[in-house]
Every structure is written in C-alpha cells, then in structure tokens.
C-alpha cells in the first residue's frame, strides 16, 4: 500500500481547542505506518520538541511548522495560513514571524501577521499550504470573488514560488464540496498544486463529544447551548492511510504532494548541545582562566577573615577539583555571569537569598558570593549539584527582594541584549478535582452535586482520577452504579492533564548566545512581558540555560526589619546591625521559635510547620536543616518524623541503631535516621566504595 504523510495535525497545544496528546498522537501515526506527521499549532510551535522527540524515537519523520493568522490585505478579517519548515533557516524564518506576531500584531486581541511581514522575510525555507476553507482563498472562493481569488492565489505563489499548495479537507464542512470544486478549477487554471490533509483535533472519531466538552471550558459555554458555535466535526479525528486514499480517490495528486511535502521537510533540531551565553571580559583572558583566579582570589579573602588558614590545604584541594569539573563541562560562562548579576544586586540594595537548592554543595559559588554557605563547613557535596558522570544543567535557586527582581531581569537584558533575554512561559494542566467540576459545569448539573463528587477526590499533590477511583471505594462504587456521575467522570478522565492555560514561570529567565528567534519564537503577555514559547523542559532540551530569578517577599520583609531597625539604632548612637552578624546559635531565637510564632519566617510558617515545630523543639540550626527535609509528603508519612523526634528527646545515643559501626560519622547528626541525599551519596562512599559521583547516579 502507499505511504503517505498525514498533514496539519492542528492542536493549538497551549491554548483551548484540541484534546490530541502529543505521545498518543505519534503512536497512533506509528500504528497506522505513517511515516511522517506534522504538527503545526496555532500562532505557535509549543508542541515542537515534544513532537520531535516522539517523532524520532518511533521512527517517523517530524514536520514542524505553525497555522498563523494573516491579516487581509482589505482589513475585513484575517485568514489562515499553514507554514511548514523546509530547514533551519525556515525555522528561523518562522520564528521572526511569529515573534512579531505575537509581540506587534496583539492590536486585534490574538497574534496576527501583517501582510507586508511575510513580503519582507526571507521565506525561501518554508512551505506554505492555503488555510483550505478558512485561508484566503477559501474565504474568496466561498464568496464566489473569483478574480480576486485568481489574484491572490497568483500572490502567494509569487511569495512561495514552487512552495505554496492549494489545501483540500473533507471534514464535512458547510460549503466544502462548493470549495473543493472551486479550488481544484482555479489550481488546474494557473497550475498549482493541490495537498490533501486533514485537520485532526482528536485520535477516535469516539473522543468528539470530549473535544467539544473542553471547547466549552474554554469559551464558557454549556453543551445543549443553542447559541454556542459549532466549529467543529466528528470527522476531525487521525484517518488512516487507506482512509485518507478512499476519501481523496479523485483527486490522486493531493494525496501524492502530501509525500512531495514530506520528502521537502528536512528541519532537524540539534539536541544535546548546550548554548550558553558570553560572558563578556575586558582583558584578553578566557572565562576558564578568569574563573579560577577571581575564585581562588575571594575564597582567600574568606579564609584570611575567617581564620581558617589552618584548613587551607582542604579548601584548595575541593575548589581545584570543583573548577576542573566546571571547566571540563563547559560550564565557567554560566557561574560568572549568575555571580556578576547577584554582584550588581547587592552593589544597588537589592537584597539576594544567602542560596538554597543544590547549588548550595559548590565552593566555587560560594567563593564568588553566589551562595553565602560554606560547603564544607555545612558538609554540602558538590556532585549533587554538578557529576560529570551524569551530564546536567546546572541550575541556581536566586532569591531577590520581591520589590527588586525586576530591576535585576532589566539589568541582565540590558547587558545581554534585549532580544537575547526572557521569562520562560509554563502551561497549566486540568487537574483532578477541577476537570471533574469543568466538566459538571458544560453538563449542566448543579454545583453543590458536582462538588461533592470533586470532594470525594483525596487532597493529595498529583493525585489523578484513576488513582481516585482505585483508592476512594465511595468515588468507585458511585462511578460504578450512577450513569450521570460515570458520563461526568469518563469525560473527566479523557481532558485530565491537558493544557489549559498559559503563565509565567515564577523565576525562569532565558538568555541566549544570540537572538532567541534563532532558537524559538517569543510572543508578550498581557502584562507586556516577554515570554518563551518554549518551556523550561523543552528550553534545556534545545540547550538554552534557565537562570531562576525568584521574587521572595521574606527578603523584603527582613531586608525592612534591619532598615527600621538601624534606623532606631541611629537615632541611639548605636552601631547598625546586618544579618552577616547574627550567629547561628543565638538561644533567644531559638526559645522565640519554640513559641511557634512563625508568621512571615520563610518555610516556617504553616499550620503543619508549626505543630512540627512545637513536636521537634529545636535548639540548634541543624534542627532547623532537618524540619525543612522532614516536613515533606515521603517522610510525614513514612514515620521517619516520629522516629526523628523520638531519638532526639532520648537524649541517649546507645539507643540509636547506625546500622553499621562505620555510618556513625554519616549518620550522627540525623541520630541515625538517613535523611539527607547527601547522606545517601555518603553511604555508598562507605559502604561500597563508590565515588561522589557514582553515588550521585545512584541518589
């Protein structure tokens, strides 16, 4: 049989249309010996990487390219076009045009391109297919403008010459045959070719009635509503082969150019490598070089302050070990320029978080003033954050005062360059209990019915309807013996973990070795801010490196405090005070903690937080290490709390089990309860002989 490819899967995947998964998407193409498949989403490429990935490992061609609206050169509307990628530079090509689309063409409310863009871009690398009942053409021919239609078809193919096809659906559509009829005579006319392709928006003719269940989330609406439109039909769902041949029988070339097209498409993206920016020196050194010795020249100014000349041959032998790691992977640019950025902050008052996450194990950061914790001291392991046995991004957790993130973001963009910098995007999902009360809603059934079924799902973080109903035996027997309540749910069930809306990501922030639109498009949300089209998985996999610039609103709240503080001690004669002076083991903080007065302490101050707390009573800030590590899901409900406090009041240590005579070291401070991952590296140190890195693999 003829291996064709299947075009235009339209599935607008970061906004409200299609319920088609990118994943059951290629395995259902795989199934059906497709050996190609496009998806082109609407003003966007949001599904790109996840396509191609798909794609690739299945063994089918991806075709990436994007449906934009144009608008008419009268100015009564806009129409469609489908672009698709020939190569990198139709990529790019794409990318500028959608960048301005989404950034200057927002006047009408959406992203829309103006004719004169297209007419100015290089369009060399691109296909262009005509939008079928809605590009164009369509909109002409339907309105019998013939000769306008002549005209504009003559336009196009003078735009793509060779690279513009007249696009033909059979999705039963009002005036479709009218339309085909039409097209076919005006492409046999002034010798265009026709593509046969079909715009899928579900997998199973069966998913429709869940495809216009989400439509009306989005728009609103309820299903019987009368007035709602009907944009849509069963027929939008992935065709076979055979299915697509029996339909375009007549008319053999359409469903032969859709393999011309594919054999055209050659875009392959280039995973795996990592784009780091430059970071610009004024001395005619290397990143590598300037590293070491600006790491090297602070921590001696750190040990000289601190007196600890004493461990100097400690220090000097983990910083050159950290630095030939960092160096080794290609990593220099990325520690200057997040040092040089938290430099700036503070030389402009913008208070910066001491540093948490993994990042907190590497001396070389803390040597640059990145972190504000000695690793050694805190015994933090470096190979958590960076292994050169497991190849990964590195990735610092920033804290900026709420009130000066932005001026930092504006400070990175101005040394970068603007068109290199932006917030990265994040598209949220339905989850459980709100699909469930969605979906009620375009049903049609009363509130207080549908909420109590949503209550019956358990308050848990990730929990999904499946898990619900296998674990909620109420949930199950309902689901089992009511038929509205199994409608509700098995349409539940199909939407749950799509895309519903679009945001921000708390503090991604993209900066690239050149313009962004070499890399994806950007569009601006409704607060005028930059955005990726490209989330931060999808960013890391086409090798841009996220910085996170995180707005904390405790810096600004202490970052007050010392201000009114110091203010009063002015007016005394008082010496100021900064928080670089307040040590560790000061007993009154403790005793005020113990109150469980904790409002405004970050991470300290929920309900649960605070009945740990009045449980653990610590006294120590080891204490205070080990509540943030056992306030979470796996150890409040393994027991390893109870355990934790119960050893610690025993006041005994011939009561802790160590497990083995040589884990005492690793384990002490925790009274024998493995509770850190750096503990978990240790053991394997210990017990096995494995190196830091090793272990980390096995973490």
């Not at 000289?304 to 790691?325: F, N, P």
Request: glycine residues 8%; aromatic residues 8%; hydrophobic residues 40%.
């Amino acid at each position: 049989m003829t291996r064709f490819v299947h075009l235009s899967v339209h599935t607008e995947y970061s906004l409200v249309d299609s319920i088609v998964r990118v994943g059951p998407l290629v395995a259902a193409a795989q199934a059906a010996q497709m050996p190609a498949v496009a998806i082109t989403d609407q003003n966007s490429v949001a599904a790109m990487v996840k396509l191609y990935r798909a794609a690739v490992t299945a063994g089918i061609k991806p075709i990436l390219g994007a449906d934009v609206c144009v608008a008419d050169a009268d100015g009564d509307g806009h129409s469609r076009l489908i672009l698709l990628c020939r190569n990198t530079a139709g990529f790019r090509a794409l990318s500028r045009l959608l960048t301005r689309s989404g950034i200057e063409g927002r006047s009408s409310g959406r992203p829309m391109l103006e004719r004169s863009w297209i007419e100015a871009e290089d369009l060399d690398g691109l296909i262009a297919l005509s939008g079928g009942l809605h590009g164009e053409l369509g909109r002409l021919l339907r309105s019998d403008q013939h000769e306008r239609a002549r005209s504009a078809l003559r336009t196009w193919m003078g735009l793509f010459p060779g690279r513009y096809y007249i696009e033909l659906q059979r999705l039963g559509w009002p005036q479709e045959s009218a339309y085909i009829k039409a097209a076919v005579a005006l492409a046999v006319e002034l010798d265009a070719p026709v593509v046969a392709t079909n715009e899928v928006r579900f997998l199973e003719r069966s998913e429709f009635d869940a495809h216009e269940t989400r439509v009306c989330i989005a728009q609103g609406h309820t299903l019987d509503d009368a007035r709602r439109s009907r944009e849509y039909t069963e027929e939008q769902y992935l065709k076979s082969p055979a299915e697509m041949t029996a339909l375009f029988a007549d008319l053999p070339e359409a469903i032969e150019n859709s393999i011309e097209i594919a054999r055209r498409c050659t875009l392959e993206l280039d995973l795996g490598r990592v784009f780091l920016p430059n970071f610009e020196l004024e001395a005619a050194t290397s990143t590598a070089e300037h590293l070491k010795s600006l790491s090297r020249e602070r921590l001696e100014r750190y040990l000289d302050k601190s007196g600890l000349h004493d461990q100097r041959e400690a220090y000097d032998a983990r910083l050159a070990r950290e630095l030939e790691v960092i160096i080794e992977m290609g990593f220099e640019g990325y520690f200057l320029i997040v040092a040089d950025f938290i430099e700036w902050s503070r030389e402009h008052a913008i208070p910066v978080g001491p540093g948490r996450g993994s990042g907190a194990g590497s001396l070389v950061a803390f040597s640059l003033g990145i972190t504000n914790l000695d690793p050694i001291e805190h015994d933090l392991l470096f190979e958590r954050f960076l292994n050169p046995e497991r190849v990964s991004m590195p990735d610092f957790d920033i804290d900026f005062c709420i009130d000066g993130r932005d001026r930092v973001i504006g400070y990175v963009a101005e040394k970068y360059g603007r068109d290199r910098v932006s917030q990265i995007i994040t598209y949220g999902t339905m989850a459980a209990k709100a699909v469930v009360r969605d979906v009620g809603r375009v049903l049609g059934m009363p509130y207080g019915y549908v909420d109590r079924i949503a209550k019956l799902i358990p308050n848990e973080i990730g929990i999904t309807l499946q898990q619900a109903l296998a674990d909620e035996e109420e949930l199950r027997t309902l689901y089992e013996t009511e038929d509205d309540i199994s409608s509700l749910l098995d349409l539940a069930l199909q939407l749950e973990g799509l895309a519903r809306n679009a945001g921000t990501h708390a503090g991604g922030v993209v900066i690239a070795p050149s313009q962004l639109t070499d890399f994806m498009p950007l569009f601006i949300d409704e607060n005028e801010t930059s955005l990726t089209q490209l989330d931060k998985d999808d960013l890391e996999a086409i090798g841009l490196v996220k910085f996170d610039f995180l707005g904390l609103k405790t810096l600004t709240i202490v970052d007050r405090a010392v201000a009114t503080i110091n203010a009063g001690r002015e007016r005394t004669g008082e010496p100021p005070v900064s928080l670089e002076q307040i040590p560790f083991d000061d007993a009154k903080t403790y005793r005020l903690l113990n109150t469980c007065r904790t409002t405004a302490v970050f991470q300290l101050e929920s309900r649960g937080m605070r009945d740990l707390i009045k449980r653990l009573r610590p006294d120590c800030f080891d204490d205070l290490v080990a509540i943030l590590a056992l306030f979470r899901p796996g150890p409040l409900q393994s027991g390893m709390v109870d355990e934790f406090i119960d050893r610690k009041h025993s006041h005994s240590d011939a009561n802790i089990d160590y497990l083995h005579p040589s884990l005492k070291p690793v384990l002490q401070p925790t009274y024998g309860v493995i509770l850190y991952q750096e503990q978990v590296m240790q053991i394997a140190q210990v017990l096995a002989g494995y190196s830091l890195g090793g272990a980390d693999l096995l973490r």
